[in-house]
């Protein structure tokens, strides 16, 4: 499972630690040497579903103009501890991944990599950790926007440390609908199968979270607020869809994304740069002082989804930020001007005479305006929506 790619926002976490109240401030010490240090991206997914890792660089908080370096073209495996070695396969873009596999709980497995320049790297020797089911996800509206909650637990007491990713799905629409195709000189009512006016958009958040119950009498995570959606996003126009992924982590793994998470509280991103040198579990073995980010883990994951359609939230849903739409204009093309300034634009209506009410030529708009999809949706419904 692929659940870390290119982190681009801020990623905070509200509750580091089950007894604390608020995060202190980090004074980032800001680096301008370009250390150009390996990132090792993703946890390995027992199971099912296909794990993949991300490989990139680190760039300094200088460097305004790249943010990322991918690593292509290394050699990926996973090694089991006195066994069989499982490859990776890479697509040339820094994501390397794995086909579902089904490991030996009983041993250890750890990531070996090889560069393109034959630098070795290899994360320590880890246990797998199984991830309970989630028990509960919920949404509370609140007067500015809408509140999800997470709960969970593991009956024999042994998960303690939690870490958490969610996928985001939104239905939106274009600014206008278009009734009319114009083709070769010709102009035809569009069918329903060609519209263009609905679109479902999904993407992974940039942000994680952690959480431990380690202070806690018992292993239970109880209504821990995950995510706030503000009311008046676009989000929340017509329908939205959250689906949370849990995987179990170690105390280590635990202490170093917490500490990750408040370095970069103020940065504004995980990985894009480097201000202080938080050790994971990766080491690169022709030089051991090198500073490798990243931890590997290995764990199981559970899902869960919810779903919060526009009627179920008070107020009016017209009051929202920035839909994209905001330049968006109509125009209207003459019928003997149609072949001359059609290009680039879809009908959007017809347009007759005040008098005549004869058809006198069309109201048009550009394709931005009409085509959902130039917005980074789909037309196709999603398999889970409801």
């Known amino acids: ?56 660089r680190t760039t300094t908080l200088k460097n ?59 994360s320590d020797f880890v246990e797998f950790r199984e991830s309970p089911e989630i028990d509960q996800l919920k949404w509370i509206e609140q007067p500015d926007g809408i509140q999800v909650f997470i709960s969970t637990s593991d009956q024999s007491n042994k998960t303690k440390y939690y870490l958490w990713t969610f996928e985001e799905t939104w239905k939106y629409t274009a600014k206008y609908y278009s009734n009319y195709v114009f083709d070769n000189g010709v102009v035809t009512p569009r069918q329903f199968s060609d519209e263009l006016y609905y679109c479902y958009k999904s993407i992974r958040s940039p942000n994680l979270y952690v959480y431990s119950t380690q202070a806690l009498s018992e292993d239970v995570v109880n209504n821990y607020p995950l995510f706030f959606i ?37 940065v504004g991103s995980l990985f894009d740069a480097l201000p202080a040198q938080d050790i994971g579990n990766l080491h690169c073995v022709d030089n051991p002082g090198e ?31 920035s839909s994209g739409y905001e330049t968006c204009t109509k125009e209207y093309i003459p019928l003997d001007q149609l072949s001359s300034k059609m290009q680039g634009k879809l009908i959007v209506e017809n347009k007759f005479g005040d008098v005549s009410q004869q058809l006198e030529g069309y109201i048009v708009s550009t394709q931005d305006c009409i085509d959902c999809r130039l917005h980074g949706g789909t037309l196709s419904q999603p398999d889970f929506w409801k």
């Open 64 to 122: 305004t103009e790249q943010k990322e370096v991918i690593e292509a073209n290394a050699s990926v495996q996973l090694e089991e501890e006195n066994g069989s070695t499982h490859p990776f396969t890479g697509n040339g873009m820094g994501l390397y991944t794995l086909p579902p596999i089904n490991l030996n709980h009983s041993k250890k497995y750890r990531l070996h990599i090889q560069t393109s320049n034959k630098k070795e790297y290899t």
């Open 1 to 56: 499972m692929y659940w870390m790619r290119n982190y681009k926002a801020l990623l905070f976490c509200v509750l580091f630690f089950a007894i604390s109240n608020c995060i202190e401030p980090y004074a980032v010490r800001e680096l301008t040497t370009d250390y150009n240090y390996l990132v090792v991206q993703g946890v390995l997914i027992n199971g099912s579903a296909p794990s993949s890792i991300q490989l990139s």
């Open 291 to 321: 500073p490798v980010l990243g931890y590997f883990s290995i764990s199981s994951i559970t899902h869960k989804r919810i779903f919060i359609d526009r009627q179920e939230i008070t107020g009016p849903n017209s009051l929202y930020d």
């Open 230 to 266: 503000p009311k008046k996003s676009q989000k929340l126009v017509y329908a939205y869809s959250l689906e949370v992924s849990q995987i179990a982590i170690t105390k280590k793994a635990y202490e170093y994304w917490s500490t990750l998470l408040k370095n970069n509280e103020h």
